[in-house]
Every structure is written in C-alpha cells, then in structure tokens.
C-alpha cells in the first residue's frame, strides 16, 4: 500500500501492484518519473541498453480502424480522436506496467470503433515512474518513441504495437532503442530517418518530463487510471472487454 510522505509517495515494495476496487495497479514509489538515482530521462536510449532484444511481436488486430484518426499533443498528453468529440476518456498509462498491457488487451478494444467514428476521444498521459521503481529507461525511451509517433501519424498503432511487445516483467529493461525500432518495423510507414533518430537520442525527453508531470499534477496514484467524462473506472470492468464497452454505452458513448 502507497502512503504519503514528505511530499512523495512511497511504495513498500517497489512496482506493488496497488489494489483498488478490487483491480491491480501498478503505483509509482516516486513520481519524479524517469529521474532519480535509478533512472534518467537524460540519458539516451542507446546508453540505457543496447541489445535489440527479441523478435517484435505483430501489432493486434484492428488498430488499423485508426490509421485516420488525427492524434495531437498538448503540453504532457497526447489526445488520439476528433478533438471535437461529446466524450472524452483520460488514460494514464507507463509503458513498463503489465496491468496496462492486461487493460489494452481487454478493455481498451472496446475503444476502437467509437474513437474510428468520432464520438469519443482517448487523451493519452504516459508515466515514466516504473524506471525509478525499478531501474532502467524502458519507460522513458518508450514514451519518448510513442512521442515521436505521432509526428509520424502513427500513434494508435505504435501505442498498440509497443504494448504487445511488452516483456513479460516489468523488472526487464527492455525497451531500447534498438528494440523500440524493431517494433516500429512492425507499423508500415513508421520507419523514417526522423523517427529512428528520435529514439535513438531520445529526442522528446522533455516531453517525457512534462507528461509525468501531468501524471503528477493530475493526482494520480498509479497505473492503469481511467476517466470516462470525468469519472473512474474502477474494478475489473477495465479487464473485460464487453464490461468496458457496456460502461462506454452506460456514458453515452454507443
């Protein structure tokens, strides 16, 4: 359980999995993000690790439905749908968190046709705090490629794609630069000679500050947290792809 203390929060063990209405977490011991002793946002993708990692994984089914849904930044959140949308659902996600790849492989699809048809919008806030936790840049440099995406106008997919290429623990460090472009390979019109350089010098590490600090500012506790107009969602109901889109409906968002 995650107490307040000196103006931090304070994990018992770091990467706790936090319990909150009945779902998993995953909750930052220090919500600097990637700074600190165990991890920098200062430092390059390549100096983190240079091992290109395994094979990418193919990116789910249907994410293509948004290969034409505009995705924008605004100061730390990335906004994925038409900005003149009636629903809005704020995620705050780390790209390290396993309970994040358990809701986008469940929940989140439920997401897919009514962002494709124009009646919501997802605005995306990545935390960074899991490289504290646990040490590394996996979450920095994957937020920093997830960044640099969008300039190439493939968000939604790379975001999908990154996901299910997540090691399977969350104390593996495995999101270098050079794996990070392996799975880029996987979204066609990705590759480009910015985008590599992007992540390989960690191009938005500014960015990626900003967007913890959003993380922050927001009060949030951990990870995933999601807001449909305003309000939580709490409990498993994240983890089930029909529940979620029932509660989608239940918003108004059919």
């Given amino acids: 359980m995650a107490v307040r203390k000196a103006g931090r929060i304070v994990a018992a063990v770091a990467a706790t ?8 977490a995953c909750g930052p011991e220090d919500l ?3 700074g600190g002793d165990k991890g920098s946002a200062t430092a390059s993708a390549s100096e983190s690790a240079s091992p290109a990692g395994p094979e990418a994984k193919e990116p789910p089914a249907g994410t293509d439905a948004l290969a034409k849904v505009p995705a924008t930044v605004k100061g730390g959140v990335i906004t994925v749908g038409d900005p003149d949308a009636a629903h809005v659902v704020k995620l705050y996600e780390d790209p390290r968190c396993p309970i994040c790849k358990k809701f986008e492989e469940t929940g989140a699809r439920a997401l897919v046709k009514p962002v494709a048809e124009g009646r919501v919008k997802v605005e995306y806030t990545l935390a960074s705090f899991l490289d504290n936790n646990l040490g590394g840049h996996g979450s920095v440099n994957a937020a920093n490629a997830l960044r640099a995406s969008v300039e190439a106008g493939k968000f939604p997919q790379f975001h999908a794609a ?6 399977e623990s969350e104390t593996e460090d495995a999101y ?11 979204v066609d019109g990705l590759r480009g000679a910015e985008f590599d350089k992007a992540v390989k010098n960690v191009t938005y590490k500014k960015w990626v500050g900003e967007a913890m600090q959003a993380f922050t500012d927001d009060g949030m506790q951990g990870t995933p947290t999601v807001l449909i107009d305003g309000e939580k969602v709490e409990g498993n109901v994240l983890f089930d792809e029909a529940a979620f889109s029932k509660k989608l409906k239940a918003s108004g968002i059919s």
């Avoid at 270098?176 to 996987?186: G, M, P, S, V, Y």
């Fill in 162 to 167: 990154v996901f299910a290429n997540q090691p």
């Fill in 176 to 186: 270098t630069a050079a794996f990070l472009l392996k799975i880029a390979d996987k």
């Fill in 32 to 34: 600097t993000g990637g």
């Fill in 17 to 24: 999995a936090l319990v909150a209405g009945g779902a998993a």
